[in-house]
């Protein structure tokens, strides 16, 4: 790895950890939420803000020039910018709200469009994953790999329902009863996109799919999953742009039958 690919991974951790502890100072707290965007199920609290400023500050020390696309607070939407960093403060907001410890800070950094590092770190269990363009992607400084079965029925799938209870739920709902009927071992909601994405990577999941989700919360999973040897797309197997889009990441080998049934639902929204 060049000096520079290290400052890089080094500063995302650093970042992350940074976030880490200011979320671990509210978790379990008894911490106030607000409801963002009118949405009764979509969640926000004092920790998600104060993380990102913690984050930012440990970025902006190593980086002054970088850009910034941070769910809470800078909005430096241009996906193609030559050095972005993208941000999600607090992914899981409703587990952490609800005392449940599985949550992260997740931070993609891209160049022009192309995801270069990532770094996921659930600070209530100690759980960092890291990937940096081709060196591979690591769970606690170890190389990790998706898995290699080509059977839904051997496989556990990943899914996430958007805060918005409209199509999009039940197009999940339809594809999850499609998943079902072909004798997939179970499913998996587990409340975060970044730990999913995570999930798939490290081979515990055979894929994940989600019919929104926002750059933030795939911008480091994405990489995470590629570096492990998986593949990542939009719902029905387009590419996946740094923009609000749905989601598919599996194994590589499942992403064909994936793509057929969680593509044919989306096209019902
Ligand atoms: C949410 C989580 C959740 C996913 C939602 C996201 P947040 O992010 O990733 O798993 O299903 O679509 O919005 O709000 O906790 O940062
Ligand atoms: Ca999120
Ligand atoms: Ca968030």
Redesign the pocket.
């Given at each position: 790895m060049t000096p520079q690919a290290r400052l890089l991974l080094d500063t995302a951790t650093a970042a992350a950890k940074a976030g880490g502890e200011v979320l671990m100072s509210y978790f379990r707290q008894g911490v106030s939420i607000r409801c963002k965007n009118g949405e009764s199920a979509?969640?926000v609290s004092e920790a998600d803000v104060n993380a990102e400023q913690a984050v930012i500050r440990v970025i902006h020390a190593a980086f002054p020039d970088h850009s910034i696309l941070g769910?809470e607070s800078a909005t430096d939407t241009d996906p193609n910018l030559p050095a972005l960093w993208v941000i999600?403060p607090?992914?899981?907001?409703?587990n952490f709200l609800h005392d449940v410890p599985h949550?992260a800070v997740s931070i993609g950094y891209y160049e022009r469009g192309v995801p270069v590092c990532a770094v996921i770190w659930n600070p209530a269990r100690g759980d960092l994953y890291t990937a940096f363009k081709g060196s591979g992607a690591q769970y606690n400084g170890r190389p990790i790999h998706v898995n290699t079965t080509d059977r839904l029925d051997q496989s556990l799938i990943g899914t996430?329902?958007?805060?918005v209870r409209d199509g999009k739920m039940r197009a999940t709902l339809g594809a999850i009863e499609e998943l079902f009927g072909e004798n997939i071992h179970c499913i998996r909601r587990f409340?975060?996109?970044?730990l999913?994405l995570c999930q798939v990577a490290s081979g515990l999941y055979g894929a994940y799919f989600?019919y929104?989700?926002?750059a933030w919360?795939f911008a480091a999973g994405l990489l995470i999953v590629q570096e492990a040897g998986g593949k990542v797309t939009a719902a029905t197997g387009t590419p996946l742009l740094l923009q609000k889009s749905s989601i598919l990441a599996s194994n590589g080998l499942l992403h064909p039958i994936m793509e057929e049934i969680v593509g044919k639902h989306f096209k019902t929204i």
């Open positions: 979509d969640l769910e999600d607090l992914d899981g907001t409703t949550f996430g329902f958007h805060v409340g975060s996109a970044a999913d989600e929104q989700l926002s919360d």
